[in-house]
């Protein structure tokens, strides 16, 4: 029998991963079954569950996958002397995690804000999902604190405000922008950059 390549594997899970965030975006969690899984991405149930044991492993795995992207995002932010201004930041690593989730619905919209709206309301019913999502948050945030404090290090913001005050802000400003993706349609990031860059130049 032949040997079946990593390259093979790992494309097969990016299969089945983008196939079910399409249809938990289109049709919410509850309402997607297994099978409109297995529909989705053309392949065996044994196939499948080669991969992911269920529904649940596999909107876990979709959530992990994201906040990783995005604390990676940042780290590798936070190692520049000095990082990017905030303006260019968020926008930056917002626009590449909407780019590499272009999923898109039915109606031809954008399903990435969909998909994190529906993650924040699934975690109010289930403990590991929301295990999952505070891992990713705390995170993320511990990535933004270390970029904050770069910025008052070297002079670009004010440092008598607690780092993890800003950090907390500034991923309140992006989870807002998202739902407003997700209520009421796509909006360009250009439009949150421009926002932030507003915003930094008033004065005291």
Same mark, same amino acid.
């Given at each position: 029998?032949?040997?079946?390549?990593?390259?093979?594997?790992?494309?097969?899970?990016?299969?089945?991963?983008?196939? +079910?965030?399409?249809?938990?975006?289109?049709?919410?969690?509850?309402?997607?079954?297994?099978?409109?899984?297995?529909?989705?991405?053309?392949?065996?149930?044994?196939?499948?569950?080669?991969?992911?044991?269920?529904?649940?492993?596999?909107?876990? +795995?979709?959530?992990?996958?994201?906040?990783?992207?995005?604390?990676?995002?940042?780290?590798?932010?936070?190692?520049?002397?000095?990082?990017?201004?905030?303006?260019?930041?968020?926008?930056?690593?917002?626009?590449?995690?909407?780019?590499?989730?272009?999923?898109?619905?039915?109606?031809?919209?954008?399903?990435?804000?969909?998909?994190?709206?529906?993650?924040?309301?699934?975690?109010?019913?289930?403990?590991?999902?929301?295990?999952?999502?505070?891992?990713?948050?705390?995170?993320?945030?511990?990535?933004?604190?270390?970029?904050?404090?770069?910025?008052?290090?070297?002079?670009?913001?004010?440092?008598?405000?607690? +780092?993890?005050?800003?950090?907390?802000?500034?991923?309140?400003?992006?989870?807002?922008?998202?739902?407003?993706?997700?209520?009421?349609?796509?909006?360009?990031?250009?439009?949150?950059?421009?926002?932030?860059?507003?915003?930094?130049?008033?004065?005291?």
């Amino acid at each position: 029998m032949a040997r079946v390549s990593q390259e093979h594997l790992d494309a097969r899970r990016r299969q089945i991963l983008d196939g +079910a965030a399409l249809c938990f975006a289109r049709n919410g969690f509850h309402a997607t079954s297994m099978q409109d899984v297995l529909k989705e991405v053309d392949l065996s149930a044994g196939a499948v569950y080669r991969y992911f044991s269920g529904k649940d492993e596999l909107i876990g +795995a979709i959530v992990a996958e994201v906040m990783g992207e995005v604390r990676t995002a940042f780290e590798e932010a936070a190692r520049q002397s000095p990082p990017p201004p905030p303006d260019e930041l968020v926008a930056s690593v917002l626009g590449r995690t909407l780019e590499s989730r272009a999923y898109v619905t039915a109606d031809g919209e954008p399903a990435f804000a969909r998909l994190v709206v529906q993650v924040w309301t699934e975690t109010v019913r289930n403990e590991r999902l929301a295990a999952v999502l505070d891992e990713g948050y705390a995170a993320v945030r511990a990535a933004w604190t270390k970029v904050v404090e770069a910025y008052q290090e070297s002079g670009m913001m004010r440092a008598d405000v607690p +780092a993890d005050d800003v950090a907390r802000t500034m991923i309140s400003t992006v989870q807002g922008f998202i739902v407003q993706q997700s209520l009421f349609g796509p909006v360009p990031v250009e439009v949150l950059r421009n926002g932030l860059r507003a915003l930094m130049s008033m004065g005291r």
